[in-house]
């Protein structure tokens, strides 16, 4: 029994199943990252597999000559071609074919606009573009005090700028949502209403995606300086 003017008792040391439950726990965070990666990566391998080598010829198939069935073949023989259709569409025959082909397309009613839709996404996706986030930044959104981080695209130009009731310039910002960043809307905001942010587009996306939780290192206030930064003035 103790009283208020005994010194204060000794910590107690964790009990053996609590120690064991830490490391099980930190043992989860550490395994978990690593072995989703590791089964989604096998899990797309082998659905790419079963979809491609159905189409290649039987006496064509790699396990004919080396007697295994070997994963990954198919990713390759889909590169690959892949490839050599992407070369074949930069050349002059290959833009040809390509304006011939939607041309047919065109005059279906409904493959015309399931392809057209198809291939929007996928310039939008995967063409090669220089253009890309500019920067992240902070706005009010869904009303005053309440911040969001969204990312700015490019500034406003043609009937947009035009229209729009502002007498400065006007900034295009995309503002992803949660948990997913490839869907949200897209504001047109006064300059003067945007705060440009110092961490990258890649940090505030990672904000976003946890919902907050993974702050980008050295950009949270309330954390303590790095030790290694400590000493520097």
């Not at 900034?171 to 997913?180: A, E, Q, R």
């Amino acid at each position: 029994m103790t009283t208020p003017f005994d010194e204060n008792p000794a910590p107690r040391k964790p009990s053996l199943f609590a120690r064991l439950r830490s490391s099980f726990l930190t043992g989860l965070v550490v395994i978990a990252p690593v072995g989703l990666t590791i089964w989604l990566i096998w899990t797309v391998i082998g659905w790419i597999d079963g979809f491609v080598l159905p189409l290649v010829p039987h006496q064509l198939r790699p396990e004919q000559y080396i007697g295994i069935n070997l994963r990954g073949v198919g990713v390759i023989i889909f590169l690959v071609f892949t490839i050599v259709i992407g070369w074949i569409g930069k050349g002059l025959i290959g833009r040809s074919l390509i304006r011939w082909a939607e041309s047919i397309v065109d005059r279906m009613p409904v493959v015309r606009s399931i392809y057209s839709g198809i291939k929007q996404i996928s310039e939008t996706v995967f063409a090669q573009s220089e253009r890309s986030f500019e920067q992240a930044c902070l706005i009010q959104y869904p009303r005053k005090d309440i911040w969001a981080i969204g990312f700015i695209s490019t500034t406003a130009k043609g009937e947009v700028a035009r229209r729009a009731e502002t007498t400065g310039q006007l900034i295009s910002v995309f503002l992803p949502t949660t948990p997913n960043p490839t869907s949200g809307f897209l504001l047109f905001l006064p300059k003067e209403d945007v705060i440009e942010l110092d961490m990258s587009v890649e940090e505030a996306a990672k904000l976003v995606i946890s919902a907050g939780l993974v702050y980008p290192n050295g950009k949270d206030p309330t954390r303590p300086p790095d030790a290694s930064n400590a000493g520097k003035t």
